[in-house]
Structures are given as structure tokens and as C-alpha cells.
């Protein structure tokens, strides 16, 4: 069986920033309110002419650079998103088509936020089983798109990004474990009612805002305390690795109190753990590839460090991946 590591990384923010202050302006709310029932102070917005494949097709190329690679050399391009450019083709052949990967396969994956995970799993088994040698996985969302600006509840929540990593053949083991897990009975807890062949797209429809993202947030706050923690253990435990051997823990970022409680499931040290919440605010699937590359680029991850990636979304589905930087 070959091996599978992480040999090149990259990400891609828009530049405009919406900040807690701006949000005042246009809804009931407040900076404290905000900053102390999420952490979040900002977040990145994209703008009318940028689609999710703009955003991951810039990451890919910045993933690319990273690890050496020619368009050409990848065998296989995955995009999780839930915010597709369209409902065909795929965001990921329009990324295939815009970095001329000519060579490469190319499907999106739809996991609500853990489709990072997901992916990175997907790729791992694809490498393993001598199928490919490098394949490139893109996380990349623009909840701005799908979000009510009007609904306090939820807007103050989501910013918009995309992070790329290249998965590819080597020598040494880069992919410790996988671990996926998914419960459809919550699936009404976080979803978008309108839009597909359930209830197609009508005036009606759009009238009724059902377009939009629709959160129970008590109940996916719940939800996300439990399996964040859960997941992290059930995955360290599949790679046969100690907690004291973790050097960083990278969550998915979509509520500080979420993050906080998963560590103390854990019983992690806070300076284990990578948060940018504050800055991006929940960017869906593309919060963990870009919180990881902000981490190896600060310096905070290193050759031969090893990394828990954790996530929960829509579905509701959950999951983690433990993986030891090789580069």
C-alpha cells in the first residue's frame, strides 16, 4: 500500500472585510453581543462578480506552487462546497478548466462543513490504493451568497474563502487516520429549504426567502459540543497517537464556545489550539484547509508535528483526520 502526505497548501480570501461594527448598521445587533456569543469580530465578504470556483481556483494555484507541481501532474481535482457556482457542472471541472488541469478527474463533494474532511479522506483512499499520485483538494464557500442579511441570527455568523491542499504519493505516512460520521435525522437543523427537485425554484420560493440559509442554532450548538470532541478522540484512537503527541488541533471554526468546550472534552491546552474565528467568521468547509495554512506559515506547524483537523456541518455530518506534516 502507498502512502499519502500533504506536499503543497494555499488559500484564497476576498478582500473586503465585514466587520461587527458594519453588521450594526444593518440589523439589531451589537459588537459585544457578537464577539461574546461567537468570537467573531470580522469577516471576509465576496463580491457580486466572484463565484466559490474564483476562490478555489486562486488557492489551487497558490497549492500548486507549493508543492511543485505543473497543472498537469494532478490526477484528480475534489471542491467541497455547498455553495456551487452552479448546480452543474461542477465547481470542480470549472476549476479543472481554469488551471488547465487537463489530466485530472474532477467532482464536488457536498458535506455541509465537514466537506473538507471528507474530501481529505476521499483523496487519502485514492492515493493508498495506488490509483493516483496527486490529487488536489479544494474547500471553498461563499455563505455570504445564501445568507439573509435581515435574519440577525444567522448573518453575523458566515464569511466567505477558499483553502486548497495537494494530496500526493510518499514516502513516508502523512495521513494517519480518517474518521467520518453523519446523522440525516438532524438534517432539518441547518439546510436551505428551496432550490432543488423537493421544492424547485418559483417566485413563491424566493418571495418566501427560502433561499437562504435556515438554522436551529440551540440545537446545532448542542450537536457541535458533543462530536467535536468525540470525533477528535475517535480519529487520534484509529491512528494509534496519544493527545500528549498532538501538536495542534485545528477545529472547525464556526463558534468560539464550541471550540472551547471541544478542547476541554479533550482536556487540550488552549495554545494547542489554531483559532482565526475572529477574523473570517465560519467559512463553511474552507475554515479548516485555511486555518491550516495560516498555521504552517506562522511557523506554529512544523516538519514531522502532528495535527488533528475536526468539523461538524449539515447532514448533520461530523468528522476528523489526523495527519503528520511531512513537508
Known sequence: MAFAGITGIGACLPEKILTNFDLEKMVET????????????????????????????????????????????????????????????????????????????AFDLEAGCTGFIYSLSIATQFIENGTYKNILVIASDTLTKITDFKDRNTCILFGDGAGAIVVSRVEEKGILSNFLKSN?????????????????????????????????????????VKVMGEA????????????????MLIPHQANQRIIDAAARRLNISRDKVYINLDKYGNMSSATVPIALEEAVKMGKIKKGDIIVLVAFGAGLTWGANVIKWIK
Open 232 to 247: 477528535a478522540e475517535s480519529a487520534l484512537k484509529m491512528a494509534n497517537v496519544s493527545l500528549e503527541d498532538v501538536k
Open 184 to 224: 440525516g435525522n438532524g438534517g432539518d437543523l441547518l439546510y436551505i429549504p428551496a432550490g432543488g427537485s423537493r421544492k424547485p425554484t418559483t417566485i413563491e420560493t424566493v418571495r418566501k426567502k427560502q433561499h437562504y440559509i435556515q438554522m436551529n442554532g440551540s440545537e446545532v450548538f448542542k450537536f457541535a
Open 30 to 105: 451589537s459588537d459585544e453581543w457578537i464577539r461574546t456569543r461567537t468570537g467573531i469580530k470580522e469577516r471576509r465578504i465576496a463580491d457580486e462578480n466572484t463565484a466559490a470556483s474564483d476562490l478555489a481556483t486562486e488557492a489551487a494555484k497558490r497549492a500548486l506552487e507549493d508543492a511543485g507541481l505543473k497543472p498537469e501532474d494532478i490526477d484528480m481535482i475534489i471542491v467541497a462546497t455547498v455553495t456551487a457556482d452552479m448546480p452543474f457542472p461542477a465547481t470542480a471541472c470549472i476549476v479543472q478548466k481554469n488551471i488547465k488541469a487537463v489530466n485530472a478527474a
